[in-house]
């Protein structure tokens, strides 16, 4: 398989490098999936995070149950989450995680709440 790094070079390149990400990075080529969360917290708005989540279907990585849940946790969540994009990525885990289904109940919490407000 190969890494994800290699397959986005340029989400890395357009991020500033610091301390923290030296950090984050450290290791990560022992565990691939580390990475692609990695880049998932690098991501600045949705259209990053659908060209990082079409690269991680394509290589594999959309498989891992650590990376899905980091996915819909960004989704659902985040101010620049979209919870229908969250709600199609969810509908397409054959089997969710507990974490999975407390993101996408957070996230439609928040949406309601904010009806009610």
């Not at 991020?15 to 080529?29: I, M, N, T, V, W």
């Not at 600045?44 to 079409?54: D, G, I, S």
């Not at 709600?87 to 289904?101: A, C, D, L, Q, R």
């Amino acid at each position: 398989m190969a890494t994800l790094l290699a397959i986005t070079p340029g989400l890395l390149s357009t991020h500033q490098a610091s301390p923290k990400l030296d950090r984050a990075h450290q290791g990560l080529d022992q565990w691939p999936h580390l990475r692609a969360i990695a880049q998932l917290d690098l991501c600045t708005n949705l259209t990053e995070v659908h060209q990082l989540h079409a690269q991680l279907t394509k290589t594999g990585f959309a498989r891992d149950p650590i990376t899905l849940s980091k996915l819909i946790t960004l989704t659902a969540i985040s101010d620049m989450g979209n919870l229908d994009y969250s709600e199609s990525i969810f509908n397409g885990i054959e089997n969710p995680n507990t974490f999975m289904y407390n993101a996408m109940i957070k996230g439609f919490s928040g949406l309601y709440s904010s009806f009610c407000n």
